[in-house]
DNA sequence: CAAAAAGAAACTGACTCTGTTACATAATGC
DNA sequence: GCATTATGTAACAGAGTCAGTTTCTTTTTG
């Protein structure tokens, strides 16, 4: 398969889908791997993610797994998006453009300005879809 | 230089500015390069690129370079984005979900919906911006 | 105390990407 | 014609990213 970019958005929608479809019972990562079709590992380091951003909480131990940590209705897509993807800003130019150069001294700053719009119209339309509605579109398409 | 993603798109932008700015002179890729700060290769792929999507025009030989292929004000940086970054398409899973079980069964094309949806705001962000008015905004700020 | 689960560290293989070298192709001006 | 200059392109190396895996520790239950 090949991929561009990394996968941990389209997973961590996914384990959240699975948490919210199943609650109020916890999860574990042996199970959810299962269904995304993946190591425990991999779910586990987004499910860490995850938590750290207040959307799920863990617990260990036998009768242990994962649940969501606020209703589905509460957490959108953006909230899972910046959870998981958090520092993937747009790149600009690996080594910094000429200063002498009146072009490269200043194309930076207009580029952060036009590429800032464009992620916030992005995280504006994640931010209008619901975990809810997400766990609603698959009960309806099961 | 901890950079996520490809610094395609700022090179393309950075470059067609800089023909927009010295228009109708044609500029070498070596030149080019000196004030991107990299290597001519490197800006030649960017242009190779930008020429199949009709947006400059390349010329060998001893007075060569290359130009705008049209008129600033008709060039957007959507064209540019989509010139250099046609094939980066938002990631999803790895492996096919477990067919199995009914969230992993119709978790893609839910994904797949809003993904669309998402890049297409941020599409129309770029799309609202013409290489004249970056190279307007470099005027001012030099 | 045994079993079961998360947490975390370390490593691997595949892949991406920039930068680089080398060479072929084409156009200009003498 | 021919040297010069520039693009076009292929091939490769080095760094980095990422999913997947193994292994071990920590925590909880019964």
């Known amino acids: 398969m090949l991929m561009t970019r990394n996968c941990r958005f389209a997973v961590a929608v996914h384990v959240t889908a699975l948490l919210g479809t199943m609650a109020p019972q916890?999860?574990?990562?042996?199970?959810?791997?299962?269904?995304?079709n993946t190591n425990p590992v991999v779910v586990r380091?987004?499910?860490?993610?995850?938590?750290?951003?207040g959307l799920v909480s863990s617990t260990r131990g036998s009768t242990g797994g994962s649940?969501?940590?606020k209703a589905?209705?509460?957490?959108?897509?953006l909230d899972i998006h910046r959870a998981v993807a958090e520092d993937e800003?747009?790149?600009?130019?690996?080594?910094?453009?000429n200063p002498a150069c009146p072009v490269g001294r200043n194309i930076q700053s207009v580029l952060i300005?036009?590429?800032?719009?464009?992620?916030?119209?992005?995280?504006?339309?994640?931010a209008t879809?619901?975990?809810?509605?997400?766990?609603?579109?698959?009960?309806n398409e099961a």
């Open 129 to 139: 879809t619901t975990l809810a509605e997400v766990v609603g579109a698959l009960r």
């Open 45 to 53: 380091r987004i499910l860490s993610a995850l938590a750290k951003a």
């Open 113 to 126: 300005r036009v590429m800032d719009r464009a992620e916030a119209a992005k995280e504006a339309v994640l």
């Open 89 to 97: 800003t747009p790149a600009l130019h690996n080594q910094p453009p």
């Open 26 to 36: 916890p999860c574990t990562s042996e199970w959810i791997a299962g269904s995304v």
């Open 67 to 69: 649940i969501l940590a």
């Open 72 to 77: 589905a209705e509460r957490i959108t897509l």
